[in-house]
């Protein structure tokens, strides 16, 4: 069945970075549009980044525009969220998602949290 599980999240302070990765199985990766979300405690969950399957274009949340990089390694089915400079308004459970033939799927989701 179609998995993607999040890594790499932790506790930063303002400044520093973090790299977050996916890996995705049990569809074809390289076909897939994937993207990562993210939700902060008593927010709704929003759209930080995402990048196409076609030629990897990549868009992203104006609030983490020149800051945070989304990439992608079909040979490893992996897509990444390199996040410099964070602020502890970057605080927040961050998820993997992609649609396949309508349908929806979510990775399980890495914290981070941003603090002095």
């Known amino acids: 069945q179609v998995q993607l599980v999040e890594s790499g999240g932790g506790f930063v302070q303002p400044g520093e970075s973090l790299l977050l990765s996916c890996v995705g199985s049990g569809f074809r990766f390289s076909g897939a549009d994937l993207s990562w979300y993210r939700q902060a405690p008593g927010k709704e969950r929003e759209l930080v980044a995402s990048?196409?399957?076609?030629?990897?274009?990549?868009n992203y949340a104006d609030s983490v525009k020149g800051r945070f990089t989304v990439s992608r390694d079909n040979d490893k089915n992996t897509v990444y969220l390199q996040m410099n400079a964070l602020k502890p308004e970057d605080t927040g459970v961050y998820y993997c998602?992609?649609?396949?033939?309508?349908?929806?799927?979510w990775g399980q989701g890495t914290q981070v949290t941003v603090s002095p």
């Open positions: 998602y992609t649609r396949i033939l309508g349908l929806r799927f």
């Open positions: 990048i196409t399957k076609t030629d990897s274009t990549t």
